[in-house]
């Protein structure tokens, strides 16, 4: 019932009615549009994934299309990380920061030809921060957002199901690289990314008209190799680092909070949005620090519950968590928090507010498993 009143205002994702008949229980709104996020059991979903192959319904992530003749100096001047070596074919994970350093959003980018990008954004108005900027960029760019509804195929076997999609075309897609393709006469753009550290692809249909057509392919494709739908596993995205805008990291957040610092490069010649803050901040440094917590062995609780628990070094209290997942596949609880830059160092021993009472963690390396991204480069 309540989703029938949300439908007035928010937008249903063309593959909705697919992802709801294949059991869609919960959802969240991303980009002003429903989002499947939970199926069944997380624990279940999560060896799907790493045993099989996933399929999710990620409508939600919008495009922010950029072409014309500056196009390529317009995402420069966007972006802080140096895009010189990005040639068409090619993805990067970049920021989009403001004047003053605060990320915007942390989209990827997709350049489909050498003055066509795509910022394949998670959450946030970043169709308007470009249109904004070119405004004043004085630079001849149009900006819009193109027809395109992602889905995403993540999983052990996920190669195995586009293969029998799309043949060999796709076998030897790398990581981080894109191919437009066609489906029976549907027009795709296909990318080797994902929002899982698993091997895994990003199917985006030009043609939003034929979204069921799309989606009864890829199950038919994926039955042999058991496919499952489900949402976005949140215990295999923290286990590979990936971070959340809004959940774990508020409005207020530069690259140098949530250590994502490697994506911007001070030495570039271009005058970038923000870098003159960003500058004074890699040298002033920051006061707090979003950091990855690993608990001891025999640390109790469920898990779901330590998201905004008080975190405390020696008994004063220095922050929050923001997720805490129990990994399977590491048998311990892992997760992240937002703490006081002075209790941030690698090893610090910590205590985290819990149900059962305080649970012993340390600050630990990002990711958890699979630090050279073995995985998703296979």
């Known amino acids: 019932m309540l989703l029938g009143v949300l439908d007035q205002s928010l937008e ?33 979903e999560y060896w799907a994934l790493v045993n099989d192959a996933t399929l999710w319904d990620v409508a939600a992530e919008r495009q922010v299309e950029i072409t014309g003749p500056d196009a390529e100096p317009f995402m420069e001047l966007l972006v802080p990380r140096s895009l010189k070596n990005c040639a068409p074919g090619q993805c990067r994970y970049v920021v989009i920061t403001d004047k003053d350093g605060y990320i915007l959003n942390d989209p990827v980018l997709n350049r489909l030809e050498r003055d066509r990008y795509w910022l394949s954004a998670a959450d946030s108005d970043l169709l308007l921060w470009a249109k904004g900027v070119a405004c004043f960029a004085g630079m001849d760019v149009r900006i819009e957002e193109p027809e395109a509804a992602p889905v995403q195929i993540q999983g052990n076997k996920s190669r195995d199901i586009m293969m029998s999609l799309l043949g060999d075309k796709v076998a030897g897609l790398k990581y981080y690289h894109l191919i437009e393709a066609d489906l029976d006469g549907m027009p795709l753009v296909v990318t080797r990314t994902g929002w899982s550290g698993d091997l895994g692809y990003e199917i985006y249909l030009r043609d939003t008209s034929r979204a069921a057509e799309l989606w009864n392919r890829v199950r038919e494709a994926g039955r042999p190799f058991n496919l499952r739908v489900t949402g ?38 271009v005058d970038f949005i923000g870098k003159q803050a960003l500058r004074r901040i890699a040298a002033e440094g920051v ?25 405390s070094h020696d008994g004063v209290p220095v922050g929050r968590t923001t997720v805490v997942v129990y990994s399977p596949r590491l048998e311990r609880m ?34 958890f498993f699979d630090a050279g991204k073995r995985e998703p480069r296979r």
Not at 239 to 265: K, N, W
């Open 232 to 269: 976005p596993n949140t215990i295999r995205r923290v286990e590979a680092g990936i971070i959340a805008m809004r959940s774990d990291f508020p409005a207020r957040s530069t690259p140098y909070h949530v250590g994502l610092e490697r994506l911007v490069e001070l030495d570039k010649p």
């Open 334 to 367: 892992i997760g992240y928090a937002r703490i006081d830059a002075k209790a941030a160092d690698l090893g610090t021993r910590l205590s985290v507010a819990g149900k059962s009472g305080e649970q012993c963690a340390r600050v630990a390396k990002r990711p």
């Open 12 to 44: 249903k994702s063309p593959f909705f009615d697919c992802a709801h008949r294949d059991g869609a229980a919960s959802y969240i709104v991303l980009n002003h549009m429903f989002m499947p996020y939970r199926y069944g059991d997380q624990t279940e």
């Open 287 to 311: 006061a707090w620090k979003l950091v990855g917590l690993e608990f001891d062995d025999g640390a109790v609780g469920e898990a779901a519950a330590f998201g905004g628990r008080v975190v």
